[in-house]
């Protein structure tokens, strides 16, 4: 006679992971909205290209986040 011991293994729910996930990216946009608004403005006298690149970057990768939040939320545009 020997002993085995059956183990029941729980399935891992996703929804705290996603709970998770869903407040870091919050907090990534409330980080995002602050350092906007600290960048330099257009009719500031030390205003350069690099500044106008920089922006240009931010605006391609925030519409691939927003094309993302679109697919997976169904949105069609």
Same mark, same amino acid.
């Given at each position: 006679m020997h002993?085995? !011991?059956s183990l029941h293994v729980r399935p891992i729910e996703p929804g705290p992971a996603y709970?998770? +996930?869903h407040l870091i990216a919050r907090d990534? @946009? !409330?980080h995002i909205e602050l350092q906007l608004d600290r960048m &330099? /403005?257009?009719d500031n006298k030390d205003l350069r290209w690099m500044h106008v690149r920089a922006i240009n970057l931010i605006n391609a990768q925030l519409s691939e986040v *927003? *094309? @993302?939040l679109d697919e997976t939320? +169904? &949105? /069609?545009?």
């Open positions: 002993n085995t !011991q709970e998770h +996930g990534l @946009l !409330q &330099v /403005r257009p *927003a *094309a @993302l939320n +169904g &949105v /069609r545009n």
